[in-house]
């Protein structure tokens, strides 16, 4: 590949912006016209040698065939692309041919841009090229942006031909336009810093990803690959990868490789250039999509042997839920796993995150494309970019929790790599690539690697957009041998990189509730039982709405609706329609009163005396309503023991029930706990005096503990140590048990300053004071 020849041509490109753009768009503007006329040249170039042969075909079709739409096999086999211009225009005559006049340009112009295949017309539009031309017809620069592009001096052709001074320029192969397109790509995002981050990642990120997912193969690379990109933004990804594996001056120099490369985007712009990029290299441009890749499967059913990825982060992804959940049912398959429960028993989980941050499902997309190790297959391996959310974000049970247990759990996991801050354009916050693979090698199976590389980084003399540092190749090379090594390295001997290796268990927890048991006392008052004539839901408003009406509520309100509706939006109430509708209904009114009226009578019978043994409480209210023949539902009479009952700790333990347990239910009972006989305490059954009977006590919710406990341990043994010496009536709640994944980089590398000696905050103290003239000694009556 000659970088000198690459470098003229780049210099040449790029001075057409200042030489004929300056006063007619702003700099941050130059890229909409310069980066589609490049597309379109090399496009013309291609083409050029077949344009006799498609006019003919278009002759054909249209007077001898009587076509109405164009037959596009035979035109794609006309130009020998899966492109073709029907027109009778190439560049060359547009200027070749041009007056004057800018208009007669701008018609000709147009006509040649009509004349292309659909799939180029779809890059026109994305480009808004139609109105970047009519712009430059009306500012009387297309002509000269035209000459510059057709200029003999340039050569964007894949043919070697002669410049104005009858030198040979050599042709210009697919990959070296690739590498041309490439750059200047770069270059405008650089000059755009401000919005660069958003479509593009800094190269030698790149050049380290694709170091980590094809070395460890490069010496049985298949002889044909797919590579596949689900937040492709320019391409840059996919360009990098293939230049890796088959540019005959690169890394792999697997030049009798096929590579095929797929992509999705979102934004228009974005695509339309990588979507041109694909066309320039005569990939086949179907293989991009525009769209959201999380709302679309498009490429469903389709695996790849390679997939590398920058996703948004910290992106809502809200508005494509609809097509993801439809309430809480998982509706794509992408996003459906089953994860094994605390007894080894499948079940189906959610592996959806939270709305505000949908990086993790593009990880599960590429999880989806992943190709199975076969007989004889490389299986699939992944790097994607993220930050730190991806790591630990989530509770046991949650959705990206649930993805990185899946992840793990299943072996993907090769390695995370932490990166510099400040490595990117748009971010100054840390980034980690992840690396994934379904066919480990065999010294990694059941590991997981961690690469701190936070300060392998060189400074960059002006910084672009955030972007302060950048890797260099020693740096990568370093990142690299430690990686395929499995090396574990300290700071303390490298100085800047460090590596640990864990087994996969290392990052899970079970995540369990610890209860404690409920204690109450009860009392019946004037002004506890007054609280059941009120709406549970609402009581402040309920009582309002009795100051404003009276008795009239037990009549019902709805005549006074349009009253209350405006009484709840002036004073601004949280009070949903549903709750409205019901106070305005008298049965609600009814309900309550005779609520209250049964706790008063309640309270004629049992007095105000104050019970410490709930229990006994609840029974004596039983007794009554049995004498005075009261029906109440479950519910209602837990309103009522509510009203009149709170915790205290010096009131007896509430019993939820005694359970008898014969010799059957005791060890099935025991063999779901994992515990013997006498451990049953530990987990909320309680002995009494009669044999197989046990208390078991209403938790209180309010004194509830969740503890973390790390998989390697057993859960009980964890309680015992570390939670029953300071809570001796706690009990662990197995039914609770959810199982947890997180990574943190902070947890295993950081190492905190050690402290100063007393000598030396001792002299740190005397200076100041020598600082201060004394001031401390006569504050201090030294």
Same mark, same amino acid.
């Given at each position: ?18 030489? /004929? ?25 291609? %083409? ?12 054909? &079709? ?66 808004? %090229? ?19 592009? $057709? ?80 937040? /492709? ?33 979102? #934004? ?5 250039? /990588? ?41 809502? @992804? ?38 505000? *941050? ?59 790599? &932490? ?11 840390? $980034?980690?690539? @992840? ?5 480990? &090698? ?24 955030n972007k302060n540092c950048e890797l260099t190749k020693q740096h990568i090379q370093e990142i690299q041998d430690c990686y395929m090594q499995l090396k574990e390295l300290d700071k303390k001997g490298t100085g800047n990189l460090a590596s640990k290796v864990f087994d996969n268990e290392d990052f899970g927890y079970y995540k369990v509730n610890i209860e404690r048991p409920k204690r109450l006392k ?11 004539? @009120? ?8 009582? &309002? ?6 008795? !009239? ?26 709750? =409205? ?16 009226? +049964? ?10 005396? +104050?019970?410490? #043994? ?7 209210? *039983? ?35 005694? !359970? ?14 994992? /515990? ?54 706690? @009990? ?27 000598? !030396?905050?001792?002299?740190?103290? =005397? ?16």
């Amino acid at each position: 590949m000659n970088h000198a020849v690459h470098n003229r041509l780049i210099s040449f490109i790029w001075s057409i912006a200042d030489d /004929c753009l300056r006063d007619v768009y702003v700099r941050g503007k130059y890229r909409d016209v310069i980066l589609p006329m490049v597309v379109l040249r090399r496009l013309d170039a291609l %083409l050029e040698p077949t344009k006799e042969a498609v006019l003919e075909e278009v002759r054909f &079709q249209r007077e001898d065939m009587q076509f109405t739409e164009w037959d596009d096999r035979g035109m794609e086999q006309a130009s020998g692309f899966v492109f073709y211009n029907t027109s009778e225009w190439t560049l060359q005559k547009l200027y070749a041919t041009a007056t004057n006049s800018q208009q007669i340009l701008l018609g000709n112009f147009q006509d040649y841009l009509n004349g292309f295949s659909h799939n180029v017309q779809e890059i026109i539009e994305k480009f808004q %090229l139609r109105r970047q031309i009519k712009h430059m017809a009306d500012k009387d620069v297309l002509l000269d942006v035209l000459e510059k592009f $057709t200029s003999p001096d340039i050569n964007v052709t894949p043919f070697d031909k002669l410049d104005s001074q009858g030198r040979k320029l050599p042709a210009l192969t697919n990959l070296g336009m690739g590498y041309v397109f490439e750059e200047l790509i770069r270059r405008f995002n650089e000059e755009n810093n401000e919005e660069a981050g958003e479509h593009y990642t800094p190269r030698e990120v790149i050049d380290l990803m694709t170091h980590v997912i094809f070395d460890p193969i490069k010496d049985h690379m298949p002889s044909v690959i797919t590579i596949y990109d689900p937040a /492709c933004g320019t391409g840059g990804m996919l360009t990098e990868s293939e230049n890796f594996i088959i540019d005959p001056d690169g890394e792999i120099k697997a030049t009798k490789t096929d590579v095929y490369l797929f992509g999705k985007e979102v #934004n228009d712009e974005t695509y339309a250039i /990588c979507k041109s990029d694909m066309m320039i290299k005569a990939k086949n441009p179907e293989h991009i999509k525009v769209g959201s890749t999380l709302s679309t499967d498009e490429f469903a059913g389709t695996t790849f042997d390679f997939m590398l990825s920058n996703p948004p982060y910290g992106k809502s @992804w809200a508005s494509e839920q609809k097509y993801i959940k439809d309430g809480k049912d998982i509706i794509d398959s992408r996003f459906q796993i089953k994860l094994k429960n605390y007894w080894g028993e499948l079940e189906d989980a959610d592996a959806v995150p939270r709305s505000s *941050d949908g990086q993790l499902l593009f990880l599960m997309e590429m999880v989806d494309k992943m190709k199975p190790v076969s007989k004889g297959g490389l299986g699939s391996r992944i790097a994607s970019v993220h930050n730190g959310s991806s790591l630990f974000t989530g509770d046991a049970g949650g959705g990206e929790s649930n993805i990185r247990r899946f992840i793990i759990e299943n072996d993907l996991l090769e390695a995370i790599i &932490q990166l510099p801050n400040n490595i990117f354009y748009n971010t100054g916050i840390t $980034t980690y690539i @992840w690396i994934l693979s379904n066919n480990k &090698q065999e010294k990694r199976k059941g590991k997981v690697q961690l690469i701190d590389a936070s300060e392998m980084y060189q400074k960059l003399r002006k910084n672009l957009g955030n972007k302060n540092c950048e890797l260099t190749k020693q740096h990568i090379q370093e990142i690299q041998d430690c990686y395929m090594q499995l090396k574990e390295l300290d700071k303390k001997g490298t100085g800047n990189l460090a590596s640990k290796v864990f087994d996969n268990e290392d990052f899970g927890y079970y995540k369990v509730n610890i209860e404690r048991p409920k204690r109450l006392k009860a009392q019946f008052t004037t002004e506890k039982i007054e609280a059941l004539k @009120w709406d549970k839901s609402v009581p402040e408003f309920s009582k &309002q709405l009795f100051e404003m009406y009276g008795v !009239e509520v037990y009549t019902g309100l709805e005549k006074h609706r349009k009253d209350i509706n405006a009484f709840v939006e002036k004073h601004e109430l949280s009070i949903s329609p549903k709750q =409205i509708a019901s106070l305005l209904k008298k049965e609600t009114w009814e309900k309550q009163e005779a609520l209250y009226q +049964t706790a008063k009578r309640l309270m004629d019978v049992l007095g105000t005396e +104050t019970y410490t #043994n709930f229990n006994s409480f609840s029974d004596k209210i *039983d007794e009554v309503l049995k004498q005075d023949k009261t029906k109440l539902s479950a519910t209602e009479k837990k309103a009522i023991l509510d009203a009149v009952s709170w915790y205290d700790e010096e009131g007896d333990k509430v019993v939820k029930k005694t !359970e008898k347990l014969n010799d059957k239910k005791l060890k099935d009972l025991l063999e779901f706990l994992g /515990c013997k006989e006498q451990d049953l305490p530990n987990f909320g059954y309680f002995p009494t005096r009669k044999p197989g009977e046990y208390i078991i006590y209403e938790t209180e919710t309010d004194l509830r503990d969740a503890e973390s406990i790390p998989l390697k341990e057993n859960i009980q043994e964890y309680f015992l140590r570390e939670v029953k010496p300071y809570s001796e009536e706690s @009990w662990i709640a197995l039914d609770s048990v959810k199982i947890g994944y997180e990574l943190s980089f902070n947890k295993y590398f950081y190492e905190p300053a050690p402290l100063r000696t007393l000598e !030396e905050v001792t002299e740190e103290i =005397i200076a100041l004071e020598k600082e201060g003239d004394g001031l401390l000694a006569e504050i201090l009556n030294f």
